[in-house]
């Protein structure tokens, strides 16, 4: 099987668009290959880590970014309570899906993305988002 490039440069963005890509990353029989140019933030920073194991890469000036889901509601109270939920339930999943990937623990993500956590790819290899930092092509590397 062809292995797909997916080169990510992006600030983030809706949560189910996102988790739309990352379900077809996971549903297709070819390995992705993630490599984050420029930032992978929010929703960036999840499909980056979820390439396939050992296919994860960032440039040396990468910027990667993770933190919880944010929205804002207006309304009707029971409509807000109702949202409010649903983002609870995104947090959750969001959540599972690092650790899947990370190997980390669930409590060790949830604190890690209580806050905008900004990390050099050096940091994002530590702490698992990627597998390498590389600063050549694996043809130009031998």
């Not at 099987?1 to 949560?15: A, C, D, M, Q, T």
């Not at 944010?70 to 959540?95: C, M, P, W, Y």
């Given at each position: 099987?062809?292995?797909?490039?997916?080169?990510?440069?992006?600030?983030?963005?809706?949560?189910?668009?996102?988790?739309?890509?990352?379900?077809?990353?996971?549903?297709?029989?070819?390995?992705?290959?993630?490599?984050?140019?420029?930032?992978?933030?929010?929703?960036?920073?999840?499909?980056?880590?979820?390439?396939?194991?050992?296919?994860?890469?960032?440039?040396?000036?990468?910027?990667?970014?993770?933190?919880?889901?944010?929205?804002?509601?207006?309304?009707?109270?029971?409509?807000?309570?109702?949202?409010?939920?649903?983002?609870?339930?995104?947090?959750?999943?969001?959540?599972?899906?690092?650790?899947?990937?990370?190997?980390?623990?669930?409590?060790?993500i949830e604190g890690a993305l209580e806050r905008d956590n900004?990390?050099?790819?050096?940091?994002?290899?530590?702490?698992?988002?990627?597998?390498?930092?590389?600063?050549?092509?694996?043809?130009?590397?031998?």
């Amino acid at each position: 099987k062809k292995e797909i490039s997916f080169y990510i440069n992006s600030p983030g963005g809706v949560v189910t668009s996102g988790l739309s890509i990352y379900d077809t990353m996971q549903f297709i029989r070819c390995p992705v290959t993630t490599l984050c140019v420029g930032q992978a933030a929010s929703m960036g920073s999840l499909l980056l880590t979820a390439g396939a194991k050992d296919m994860r890469f960032a440039l040396p000036n990468a910027r990667i970014m993770v933190h919880q889901p944010s929205g804002g509601f207006q309304g009707q109270v029971t409509d807000i309570l109702i949202h409010a939920r649903e983002v609870e339930s995104l947090k959750r999943r969001l959540n599972e899906i690092y650790v899947k990937h990370t190997g980390r623990s669930y409590e060790d993500i949830e604190g890690a993305l209580e806050r905008d956590n900004f990390m050099t790819a050096d940091q994002a290899k530590e702490f698992g988002l990627i597998d390498k930092v590389i600063d050549k092509r694996a043809d130009e590397a031998a």
